[in-house]
């Protein structure tokens, strides 16, 4: 920094002077934070869609599960969504990767249900996931393929209650 030189009153007018300047920059802000308050206060406002309810169109189109009680188990269900649209389920098995290491983990998988349009409990996901998974805690692509295309186990009845 320079010494200060001239005069006590050359001094003095120098600081009124950077006083004034610096108000009238204060001022320009004002004036402009009021206009960008204007042009933010105009934009529309994004609107979060809607949650999809249960049984709504996802990439494999609707899906209502049977909750009643004669129903089979909600994660048999959603196997049997699944293997009916085996082939877009694998297409999208890579979407599902959010890692890109090949598997799918359980976060991701639960990630994947309301794509789908699957809007089930996460304990029957979780029942599906583990049947699925192999108790290694992931899927792969591998492992996915082979039970989308098996022959799902026939269900045995329950009996009826007397």
């Given at each position: ?64 599960l049977d909750e009643g009680p004669?129903?089979?188990p909600i994660s048999e269900q ?14 999208l098995f890579r979407e599902w ?66």
């Open positions: 920094m320079p010494p200060l030189s001239g005069t006590l009153e050359e001094r003095k007018a120098e600081l009124s002077q950077l006083h004034r300047t610096v108000g009238d920059l204060n001022l320009a802000l004002s004036e402009k934070d009021r206009q960008i308050h204007s042009l933010e206060s105009q934009i529309p406002k994004k609107k979060e869609p809607p949650p999809k309810p249960k049984g709504s169109s996802g990439v494999l189109g609707a899906i209502d004669d129903a089979p959603i196997a049997s969504a699944l293997r009916s649209g085996a082939g877009r389920v694998l297409d990767d959010a890692d890109g290491d090949g598997e799918i983990s359980r976060k991701e998988f639960h990630k994947a249900m309301p794509a789908l349009g699957l809007e089930v409990p996460k304990a029957d996901v979780d029942k599906l996931f583990d049947e699925w998974g192999g108790g290694d805690g992931t899927i792969t692509y591998k492992e996915m393929s082979q039970i989308l295309k098996a022959k799902p186990k026939p269900r045995v009845p329950m009996p009826a209650k007397k």
